[in-house]
């Protein structure tokens, strides 16, 4: 086993692709990018999403993890590490106090609605949905975000999981977490892409997610599709960092990375294949927005032979996904606060996992007591968003692309040539001269202009 400046870490490199391929699937995959995609036409996104994720955010994920490794500690202490030995400015801690933050803020909305496939997935074996139409899974939905005492219970509940899973530790904890759920999660998604291929329109699903009509590329567009390759990947924060900080020397860099990205974009095409098929299949409206897995798919559910069992699985699914990222959502906060003298993993995860519960009520409320209530009315960018809208607004829209960014510019030209071709273990060729020019000049240009059109 290697141990990285005393700490445990993964037992092997199999260990560690399943945990950081766990982190990038997760909602962003089977909620959001559906839903995302449905909303926008379709193929227009999914082709720009591919592009941002091979000209952005791998090259980004590369120095992600190196920084992680070379660091070897949470991403507050591996910057702070490297900003000296690479004689930079001490101040460059901050990006990676910024990484544990966001993924703090992150899990505070996860987790609620990680929550609702909780509840999603008792209301389905119970057969809630039984024969339902629009009005009634419509009810359901609403009738779910009305009460924020159940949607508070069912965060507690997933964030009580998450806590039980990281406080056990790397080894006994996450790692065993993954293995069991990872590959659960990949025989649910192909048994449900079986369904769909059988029963649903596939053909209509396979045209709608693949045929791409440029007309409707603009800039709106590559905003969110940037945005949702970052969120999707797990880049730009310090989760994927801190997973590094656990990687054994010997462990390629540069392939972990690329495969880490194609099992994400996989699955994400995967549960557009699950999906569709079945929404065109029962005449559903495939731009329905966020409700499209939580409305529309129990119509289908309700509808078809077997669909409880269908339907159940479904949501299993969801809550797999979602909690194989949420534990690297919280492994940040506990790796910093696991490295002050005598605090202990334990009551460290339990005191992050109860403050992350504590803030994500105030997600809660914004679906019912204070959907209304919108904090920077002042602001004309913030005008109308609740406190879950602004949360999710600077995380994903914010944070996100800083981090990233901040990312591309140490690793492309703070750090000496040298050691990030160490860290690589590249030869100083072809493929170390691309990851250089990419994460120099193309990632921080793509992310500046982002940057600038969010803001305005
Ligand atoms: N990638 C996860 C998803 O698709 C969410 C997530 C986990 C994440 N860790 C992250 C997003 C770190 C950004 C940064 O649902």
């Not at 699937?25 to 082709?47: D, Q, R, S």
């Not at 009305?146 to 999981?161: S, T, V």
């Amino acid at each position: 086993m290697q141990q990285t400046s005393g700490r445990e870490g993964w037992s092997s490199r199999l260990a560690f692709l399943f945990a950081a391929i766990g982190s990038a699937v997760g909602l962003g995959n089977i909620w959001k990018f559906p839903y995302v995609t449905g909303v926008n036409g379709g193929g227009a996104v999914v082709i720009v999403y591919l592009g941002c994720v091979i000209l952005v955010v791998i090259p980004i994920l590369f120095g992600e993890l190196l920084i992680g490794r070379r660091g070897g500690q949470s991403p507050a202490n591996s910057m702070a590490a490297l900003a000296r030995s690479e004689g930079r400015h001490a101040s460059w801690e901050l990006l990676g106090w910024l990484g544990i933050i966001a993924a703090f803020l992150i899990l505070t909305f996860y987790s609620v609605i990680a929550g609702w496939s909780l509840a999603y997935v008792f209301k389905t074996i119970r057969g809630a949905f039984e024969g339902i139409d629009a009005a009634g899974a419509g009810a359901i939905f609403d009738g779910l975000l009305a009460d924020p005492f159940n949607l508070a219970m069912w965060h507690a509940l997933f964030m009580g999981i998450t806590v039980f899973v990281v406080g056990r530790g790397i080894q006994q904890g996450l790692e065993r977490a993954v293995t069991i759920m990872l590959p659960s999660l990949f025989v649910i998604l192909l048994i449900l892409v079986g369904y769909a291929a059988i029963k649903g329109e596939f053909r209509l699903g396979v045209d709608f997610l693949f045929a791409t009509d440029f007309s409707k590329i603009d800039a709106n567009v590559v905003l969110i599709a940037v945005g949702q390759a970052f969120f999707s990947v797990s880049v730009g924060i310090g989760a994927l960092m801190t997973y590094g900080a656990y990687l054994p020397k010997n462990v390629s860099i540069p392939r972990v990375s690329c495969v880490i990205a194609a099992a994400d974009t996989l699955v994400a095409v995967l549960a557009g294949l699950a999906i569709f098929p079945i929404v065109f299949a029962y005449g559903l409206e495939p731009g329905e927005g966020p409700g499209l897995i939580f409305v529309t798919l129990p119509i289908a559910f309700g509808q078809m032979p077997g669909g409880t069992f269908i339907g159940t699985l479904f949501f299993l699914l969801l809550a797999f996904a979602a909690l194989t990222s949420s534990i690297s959502l919280l492994e940040p906060a506990v790796s910093r606060l696991e490295e002050k003298r005598g605090w202990k993993r334990g009551p460290v995860t339990a005191a992050a996992g109860a403050a992350a519960w504590l803030v994500g009520l105030g997600t809660v409320f914004s679906f019912n007591d204070w959907a209304g209530f919108s904090p920077l009315d002042g602001f004309p960018t913030f005008a109308g968003k609740t406190i879950f809208d602004l949360v999710e607004y600077l995380t994903s829209n914010v944070m996100l692309p800083l981090g990233g960014m901040m990312i591309a510019i140490f690793t492309g030209w703070l750090m000496a040539k040298s050691s990030t071709l160490d860290e690589l273990g590249l030869k100083d060729g072809l493929v170390y001269q691309v990851w250089r020019f990419l994460v120099r000049f193309v990632s921080p240009v793509v992310l500046a202009l982002v940057f600038a059109f969010n803001l305005t």
